[in-house]
């Protein structure tokens, strides 16, 4: 059986989803992040893998984004084409979720106040990055 080394606090995770499965993250906590037009995993699957992670959770949405908004690249060699083109430049994607996914991390990572409140009540100003849902 897998066990978490004690240096493993946080984990986020671009355009995926748990397939159905309830998973216990003894702690840990999960940042799903999804671009709002993927067509490979759907907002929809995300918000359903949210639901099926215990807290602390975060669900966090990219508007415009696509799958591939997260590499430089907007459609990358033998990889699984999307079906929804992104609305936002694959700079303006990246840089986003980089910038979200620091936020996310600073949270258990650095014990970062602003971070916490930004995350969890409301207080991200990440421009095209909205929290939809989040547990601590």
Known sequence: PFSRPAALKSGVFYG????????STG???????QGSLDGVNTPDESAQAYGFLSAPRALIEVTGGNHY????????????????????????????IG????????????????????????????????????ER
Not at 16 to 23: F, L, P, W
Not at 105 to 124: C, E, M, Q, W
């Open 27 to 33: 702690g840990l906590s999960v940042g799903l992040i």
């Open 69 to 96: 908004s997260i590499t430089d690249v907007a459609a990358p060699e033998d990889a699984t084409g999307d079906t929804s083109a992104a609305a936002i430049t694959q700079a303006e994607g990246s840089d986003r």
């Open 99 to 134: 910038q979200v996914s620091a936020e996310f991390l600073k949270v258990d990572l650095k014990n970062d106040a602003t971070a916490l409140s930004n995350i969890y009540s409301g207080g991200l100003s990440i421009s095209g990055v909205s929290v939809q849902q989040a």
């Open 16 to 23: 995926t989803n748990t397939d159905g499965a309830t998973v």
